[in-house]
């Protein structure tokens, strides 16, 4: 290896120019991109995203993002599309068409299609004077900004503004749509993201798990009770049933002369403090268990005052949370 060549100067280069690119597209952002919000609103379809080569592969990301956060969305080839797939098109769907020069021959039908159905077109192209550009009826310009690959003019830059431009489209549509946390669960049932969008509700132990005892209880009830459940914890509720207390280990330890003689009122440390609604997300009940101090490992769930189920720091960990 050349002892001139230096990697890391030339990552950093690439990612100033990249960067600096990105500003200069977001400087430049006009009506147009509300324009093309619109139109993406008012589809009554879906959004067939649809580009050849590098411009396709970020279509393809694209409608995978769009589709991700509750805008229906699917990718079509630019090729394929003359070959049977403009069937895939409906006349209340919305075309995203992305190339850096707009002169793509293999978007021709596409465009012609486009026009015949009266099909929205959006274009994401460096040139609003080519043949994409002139048969769009919005058209996001990229910014003017080289290629990362000065020599090679390899597609770099223009792509990161095609993703960039693309994902500002779709976090806009998501929310002027006003889609929630909650939406976005169902579309990520799965892995990480999807266990960090799950509710307290999903992951809780019900009535049946509960230890609880009234604020009268004799201790050696109580303590029989938190032993059944095995929980290190036991609720205490008043006569209608709202939780007044928890006693934990530390609090059979400040009491233990004299514990077995006293009842569940005398021993509780009144609250408790962190008690949860079933609606939270997971994530945010983890966060609950360490901050603010002290740290706990177990919650109960509580509706109206009333506690209707328990978390322990386990079913965070078994649902993949932490």
Known sequence: MSSTFDAVAVGRRVLAAEAAALTLQADGLDEAFVRAVDILYAAKGRIACTGIGKSGHVARKLAATFA???AAAFFVHASEASHGDLG????????LALSKSGEVRELSDILVYAKRFGIPLIALTASPG???GQAADVVLRLADAPEATAEVNAPTTSTTLQIALGDALAVALLERRGFTAKDF????PGGKLGAMLRTVGDLMHGAGELPLVTYDTPMPEALL???EKRWGIVGVTDEAGRLVGAITDGDLRRHISGLLSLSAGDVMTPGPKKTVPQSMMASEALALMSDPAPSVTVLF?????????ILH??????????
């Open 68 to 70: 991700s956060t509750g």
């Open 88 to 95: 895939m098109i409906g006349q209340e769907d919305a075309i």
């Open 130 to 132: 080519s043949a994409l």
């Open 185 to 188: 669960k169902t579309f990520h």
């Open 225 to 227: 009770v938190m032993t």
């Open 301 to 309: 769930v509580v509706e109206n005052e009333r506690p209707v189920g």
């Open 313 to 322: 720091v386990h079913d965070l960990l078994r649902a993949g949370v932490m």
